[in-house]
């Protein structure tokens, strides 16, 4: 999705583990809209989750090599638009796709100046990632536990990075995406701004 405007930033968009569903396709329009030029690859072959159980059939189905290749090949791909800035680029993933935004800020550090983690963490090296880190995270989370995203953070800061991590009182997993039963219209209106904010920065 690429705004009017030529030379706009660009976001790599990388959709939990439901797959490449209305959600992550019109959260790439949202940024358009903003100004920026935003990439949703395909991480699940086409194939789309409604259920947990079935999210879970396509996680142990999954290849993960292909994933990953396609992955690293995103910055490249996003580049090569005549409307994208080719300098650094932002990348923005949620559950699945927040370890993996992880694991790629983490690879291509020269290709990533923003990384967004929505409820989603990673035992990467994170001494090597060089951009800004912005986490949104629930309070409850039966994933993605209050214990592990604080160690994540201190492992960032111990690394020399300086994460901005939000929790949003009173939500869950999911709480960003509004075709989950999970959602929560205030914690993810504010999430989305100041991930605008972050953007822009």
């Known amino acids: 999705a690429t705004p009017e405007q030529v030379n706009a930033p660009g976001v790599i968009v990388l959709h939990a583990w439901w797959g490449l569903n209305s959600v992550f396709k019109k959260l790439c329009d949202r940024l358009a809209s903003e100004g920026f030029a935003a990439f949703a690859p395909d991480l699940n072959n086409g194939k789309v989750a409604k259920t947990v159980d079935e999210a879970e059939q396509l996680m142990s189905q999954r290849n993960r090599e292909r994933q990953h290749a396609i992955i690293a090949s995103a910055p490249d791909f996003l580049r090569g638009s005549a409307e994208v800035q080719k300098g650094s680029l932002a990348v923005m993933g949620f559950s699945m796709g927040a370890a993996q935004s992880l694991a790629l800020a983490s690879e291509r550090p020269a290709d990533i100046r ?88």
């Open 114 to 201: 923003k990384l967004i983690v929505f409820y989603g963490t990673n035992d990467v090296d994170f001494s090597k990632i060089r951009a800004d880190i912005l986490g949104h995270f629930a309070n409850t989370d039966e994933y993605e536990p209050l214990e592990g995203i604080r160690a994540m953070e201190t492992s960032m800061r111990a690394a020399g990075l300086k994460p901005t991590f939000y929790i949003y009182p009173n939500t869950l997993h999911w709480f960003f995406e509004n075709d989950r039963p999970e959602y929560d219209p205030e914690a993810a209106r504010l999430a989305w701004t100041r991930t605008l904010e972050f953007l822009r920065e």
